[in-house]
């Protein structure tokens, strides 16, 4: 199957660097602004996860997680197929899942600037369903990504990469 699913954002290129504005030194609460392009025919919702696979072995060891969820938002509503689809920054579209602070919505990059590495690179996975997922608010990472196992059409990913003074 050809590769057609896109994310961008405005504010930077894939693996290039997240501006402050986005992350606990800019608005915490505050994500990037999002395009989504090459929707497959057939997708009837997009999810979207930003993780952080960078997280430092204490912060591993305290909290039992290997990644650290920034972002869990699901039943996005899809474009037609071939159209462009901003998801604005600070918006709230679709449905807002459970992350690793345990909140629900988006919570920007802050890698403790005391563990190595400092820099951190978080991962943004796009999915393509065929349908809506049967989950309420607040569901976990692993909850959303066990239910779309089965209707997963295509996903994307975007990387980027963010390091405290």
């Known amino acids: 199957m050809e590769r057609t699913l896109?994310?961008?954002?405005?504010?930077?290129?894939?693996n290039g660097t997240i501006p402050a504005k986005y992350t606990c030194d800019g608005s915490r609460e505050l994500s990037p602004p999002f395009t989504v392009s090459g929707v497959p025919e057939g997708t009837r919702s997009l999810a979207l996860i930003m993780d952080d696979p960078d997280i430092p072995q204490a912060v591993t060891e305290a909290r039992g997680i290997e990644v650290f969820d920034h972002w869990v938002l699901y039943n996005i509503p899809a474009p037609s197929a071939g159209v462009k689809k901003e998801i604005l920054e600070g918006t709230s579209v679709g449905t807002a899942g459970l992350n690793s602070a345990g909140t629900e919505g988006y919570v920007g990059p802050c890698p403790p600037p005391h563990y190595e590495p400092r820099e951190h690179h978080y991962v943004f996975t796009l999915y393509a369903l065929d349908s809506l997922l049967s989950l309420g608010t607040g569901a976990t990472k692993g909850a959303v990504l066990d239910a779309l196992k089965s209707m997963l059409i295509e996903k994307a990913e975007l990387i980027g990469r963010y390091a405290r003074e």
Request: aromatic residues 12%; glycine residues 0%; charged residues 20%.
């Open 6 to 14: 896109e994310l961008t954002s405005s504010a930077f290129k894939h």
